[in-house]
Nanobody
């Protein structure tokens, strides 16, 4: 059974940076697409970024500010978030999927989420 655990959330001022980590266990995730999603109160969960063997994808709202990367040896994926804005405030979720995808419904495995709060 795959388990995903996120780390690194917290409170940061606008313009600041945070680095999220997601550690996978239960199986190697080398062949999987790893994604980050977020959900703000009252809104649907939305795609943020993903990384697969064929490349990376980003939501338009985070392009140029966020960077996703992975360390296959550590079975871990990262999300470096720079120039944070109050509208980035949300619970951030790590997810895994066997194919390259950006749609929430296609992801099979999910972490429990980590809160990111950006103050103005």
């Amino acid at each position: 059974q795959v388990q995903l655990v996120e780390f690194g959330g917290g409170l940061v001022q606008a313009g600041g940076s945070l680095r999220l980590s997601c550690a996978a266990s239960g199986r190697t995730m080398n062949g999987y697409t790893m994604g980050w999603f977020r959900q703000a109160p009252g809104l649907e969960r939305e795609f943020v970024a993903s990384v697969s063997a064929s490349g990376t994808d980003y939501a338009d709202s985070v392009k140029g500010r966020f960077a996703i990367s992975r360390d296959n040896a550590r079975n871990t994926v990262f999300l470096q978030m720079n120039s944070l804005k109050p509208e980035d405030t949300a619970v951030y979720y790590c997810a895994a999927e066997s194919e390259r995808a950006t749609e929430t419904r296609l992801y099979d495995y999910w972490g429990q989420g980590t809160q990111v709060t950006v103050s103005s």
